[in-house]
């Protein structure tokens, strides 16, 4: 058996449109000692014949077979598997793809830390390649809590993002005639494995289609993962943590299953019929019992949310699938109704001039408050914004449009607003008449132009919530000295689809659960126990900051390509108190055009420390932060791969 030769299984069905890119990907590897093992599984298109194709023209590595009836994934797989004559195998679907390095820095990764698993992150593309959302696993390399952070993640099911050792995966084959079959395979593995590695230097492209597995109708058929989590728990119950490692996967297979799919399927009829499948095939699980594992959901909701869902699992308990779809239809119809604004329509200038209206109708609060809308290339999010900030329950008192020269028909859409609010409310248009190349310093001319007691940076591409305002001047009326009020982020694609609902797990690096709750506190505090390792807001649009002459600030903040951010906030902490609530209220929306796709880790590190070095003019840092700031650089280095000098 060849020592370092990896041999990569793709299992193929009726994948004629994208095979070709995702076998490429592998025979452009820059890591050569690699094999490649395609299986039709008796596609009725013309998979097979591409494959062919191919297999004449890279002999040496692509190896093509053919099943001769259709038999799954699983069996695929397996064959695959067998077939294989390397001790490292690794699994690819057919309709993703990967980077060039992707297995030269698992493979690297590997070696240096001995591990018989090494793991990376997934990117979701849509059809055109286009980046939908990064799944970011930020896994703990520490040794006493890699295992628990590779499980615990949405992705640990899947056996794509992974390189094994051949004698661990054999082990685990994966149960055939099965959907949702990886996690049967992964997580036993994982869990039994002497060492294994994380890495986010490399990524693997998870293609989403709509004719895929995943993303097909729901049916019978996705029970399987219930079978799948049983005969998972019955390989892992040799393990020394198992109460652990099983309230982690019953939270993310089965619960997931449950409050995000299960219970949002529309129709009563279907819902109910669901509804009962799952009661009677979870019967020997019970998740519902799991207190840890409900716990740990309800953890993730808000007041309102908390209560909704602890009552949602525990109806389980009495086995009634109707209690259950009653409860829901009548929720269904409050939430559709309560979430009808929130990017749910087409936004006309008619939608923003009526809620230019009812602005100019409000009564003026105590709070005034600047909204300041940073634009660049934006003009396709422009109308949904404003509308976003108009529709606000809380009054605003001004509104300045920034444009940073941009190359599409901003202007238009811009002039076209002035010219319909003018009428109702106060707004001004500022136009750049060359290009400023950073953010920070459009920041700055809306803090200057503004009037209001609090500003609000209100990016062009972003949206929120109609209460946003609402709630952080409620804090502010609380303790005057807030210098800086923000509220949860969620994440949205391009479309406004959300896809990572709360930004807590990723600036909570530390798990302190310090944004659990929503607090008032001293920016003192916040500095010396939080923001001192990492930026705590995750986005600008999150935030009302007090009006005031940041001059010296935002010039430091743009000596930083990545971090000026960090620096910005981190100073006006130092200045007063600090408000948070705990609602997602903004949605913070994440596409190609963003700064941060863009970033370059090393750079970014040099960075980090820059900014931990000012961080001791701005708070005490005692021998415990210095300690705190080496296990960052040192976690860094690891998931960004910067010990070999790549970025």
């Given at each position: 058996m060849e020592k370092n030769t990896i041999t990569v299984i793709v299992p193929c069905y009726n994948v004629e449109?994208?095979?070709e890119k995702s076998?490429?990907?592998?025979?452009?590897?820059?890591?050569?000692?690699?094999?490649?093992?395609?299986?039709?599984?008796?596609s009725i298109d013309n998979t097979f014949a591409i494959l062919k194709n191919l297999e004449i023209q890279n002999s040496e590595k692509l190896k093509v077979?053919?099943?001769?009836?259709?038999?799954?994934?699983?069996?695929?797989?397996?064959?695959?598997?067998s077939l294989a004559d390397t001790s490292y195998i690794a699994f690819i679907d057919s309709d993703d793809y990967v980077d060039e390095n992707y297995y030269e820095i698992l493979m690297s990764n590997m070696i240096e830390k001995n591990a018989e698993i090494a793991i990376t992150d997934i990117q979701l593309v849509n059809d055109k390649g286009e980046d939908l959302a990064p799944v970011q696993l930020g896994i703990n390399p520490d040794p006493e809590d890699i295992k628990e952070g590779a499980i615990d993640t949405g992705t640990s099911a899947s056996a794509c993002n992974k390189l094994f050792k051949k004698e661990i995966?054999?082990?685990?084959?994966?149960?055939?005639?099965?959907?949702n079959e990886d996690i049967a395979t992964t997580i036993p593995a994982i869990l039994h494995a002497n060492t294994i590695c994380y890495t986010d230097a490399t990524k693997y492209y998870y293609v989403q289609r709509e004719n895929s597995i995943q993303n097909s109708t729901f049916s019978e058929k996705r029970f399987d993962i219930i079978e799948s989590v049983e005969l998972t728990l019955d390989r892992i119950k040799d393990t020394e943590r198992y109460e652990t490692y099983k309230t982690i996967i019953l939270y993310h297979q089965i619960l997931m299953l449950y409050v995000y799919v299960i219970t949002a399927l529309k129709g009563f009829k279907n819902r109910q019929k669901y509804l009962a499948m799952f009661i009677e095939k979870e019967a020997n699980l019970r998740v519902e019992n799991n207190k840890a594992c409900v716990q740990k959901y309800l953890n993730t909701r808000g007041k309102i949310g908390k209560i909704y869902w602890y009552i949602v699992i525990n109806l389980l308990k009495l086995k009634s699938a109707t209690c259950i779809n009653l409860l829901l239809s009548l929720s269904h119809g409050f939430f559709k109704l309560k979430n009808k604004t929130v990017i749910g329509k087409t936004v006309t200038f008619s939608d923003i001039v009526k809620e230019a209206q009812k602005q100019k109708e409000k009564k003026k609060s105590k709070i005034s408050i600047s909204v300041v809308v940073p634009n660049y290339n934006y003009a396709d999010f422009l109308l949904e914004r404003v509308y976003s900030i108009l529709y606000q329950t809380e009054k605003i008192n001004e509104?300045?449009?920034?444009?940073?020269?941009?190359?599409?028909y901003s202007h238009e859409v811009i002039d076209e607003l002035v010219e319909k609010l003018q009428p109702y409310i106060s707004v001004k248009k500022v136009y750049n008449e060359t290009n400023s190349g950073i953010a920070f310093k459009q920041w700055q001319k809306g803090f200057n132009l503004a009037s209001g007691d609090y500003v609000w940076i209100a990016e062009a591409d972003d949206y929120c919530d109609k209460h946003m305002l609402k709630k952080l001047v409620k804090c502010i009326k609380k303790d005057p000295n807030i210098s800086i009020a923000y509220v949860d982020t969620a994440f949205m694609d391009k479309q406004g689809k959300v896809f990572l609902k709360s930004i807590k797990s990723e600036i909570d690096i530390r798990k302190t659960g310090h944004w659990n709750h929503s607090y008032i506190t001293s920016g003192e505090n916040?500095?010396?126990?939080?923001?001192?390792?990492?930026?705590?807001?995750?986005?600008?649009?999150s935030a009302l900051i007090k009006k005031g002459n940041y001059d010296k600030y935002f010039e430091k903040a743009i000596t930083f390509r990545q971090s000026g951010d960090w620096v910005l906030y981190a100073n006006l902490m130092k200045l007063g108190d600090v408000a948070y609530v705990n609602k997602p209220y903004n949605y913070y929306r994440v596409h190609g055009n963003n700064i941060t796709s863009t970033m370059k880790k090393q750079k970014h590190l040099e960075e980090i420390k820059r900014i931990h070095q000012d961080m001791k003019e701005l708070t005490s840092i005692t021998n415990w932060h210095e300690k705190e700031f080496q296990k960052r650089y040192e976690f860094l280095t690891k998931v960004w791969n910067l010990e070999t000098g790549k970025e």
């Open positions: 449109k994208y095979v076998i490429k990907s592998l025979l452009n590897q820059t890591y050569q000692d690699l094999k490649i093992i395609a299986i039709d599984d008796f077979y053919r099943n001769d009836r259709n038999k799954g994934l699983s069996y695929t797989r397996n064959r695959g598997i995966i054999e082990k685990y084959l994966f149960p055939e005639g099965k959907v509104l300045i449009l920034l444009d940073d020269c941009s190359t599409d916040e500095l010396q126990n939080y923001t001192f390792l990492n930026c705590t807001i995750a986005n600008v649009s």
